[in-house]
């Protein structure tokens, strides 16, 4: 039995992984870097396997892990955490590339992922599909566009997949953080402006990613007949925000 950890180089990822090897799970990281992936295995041991692959190919993830030994090969807590934000223009200047960069990695990957080690899960009648969505999937903002429209999926995603597998023991739960430093999030957006991406966390006290670990491990540790849909969770100096009126 393992855990999948997907965009685990950086971020949420890395600190999901640590903590979970900590925990005693065998866990295998998944993202594109091969050198961070390493610096996080010498870091973690030999409860932890490195793949770096893309999350888009999942037939290749799914064939790599199968070469894996007992340990690791079979997968029954998958988290869907690689995701980017692209861009915070106005949906009429957004670049199209941005808006379809999103839906392939949010969306369509995490979509594939969840597919191809589905089967199994459900042949065992054990399993755990964590989803990394965002608040930014419940409340919109301006230049929020595309990237909040891919996390209002992953959180109906996760629903609907509750729906199909709640009498086969399989858990779905969709953690969705608000304002969050600590990772390359922001400089993913501002495309490398680390001045803009800096920013953004400005004396504002973010959520961090040993946060978000957290609650990943509190949705899997629980008693196996709970079932965390959501977490909603933002840092303590953020809220909702009002509804504009534009008054022209
Ligand atoms: P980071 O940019 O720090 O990490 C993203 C991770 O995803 C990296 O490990 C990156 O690794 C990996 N990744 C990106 N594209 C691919 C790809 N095509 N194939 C494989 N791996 C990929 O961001 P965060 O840790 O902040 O974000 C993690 C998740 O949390 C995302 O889904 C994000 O939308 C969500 N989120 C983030 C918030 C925030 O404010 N930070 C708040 C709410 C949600 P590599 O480049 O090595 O492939
Ligand atoms: C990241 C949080 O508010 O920047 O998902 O969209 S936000």
Redesign the pocket.
Known sequence: MSVLV?????????AIVKLLVEKNYKVIA????ED?LKELQNECGKNCKILA????DAQKIKDEIDKFDDDFRNVDILIN?????LGLCSADKADIKDWEEMIE??VL?LVRLSRIFLPSMVENKNGHIIN?????GSYPYPGGNVYGAT?AFVKQFSLNLRADLFDKNIRVTDI?????GG???SL?RFKGDKKASDKVYENANPLL?QDIAEAVFFAISMPKHVNINRIEMMPTTQAPSALNVFRG
Do not use: H, Q, Y
Request: proline share 5%.
């Open positions: 997907t965009g685990a180089s950086v971020g949420f990822g890395a998944l993202a594109r870097r961070k692959l893309d999350v888009r955490n690689a995701g980017l934000a990695i949010n990957a990394i969505g965002s608040i930014a996390k969705e953080p608000g304002l969050s990772s390359e999030f993913v990613p």
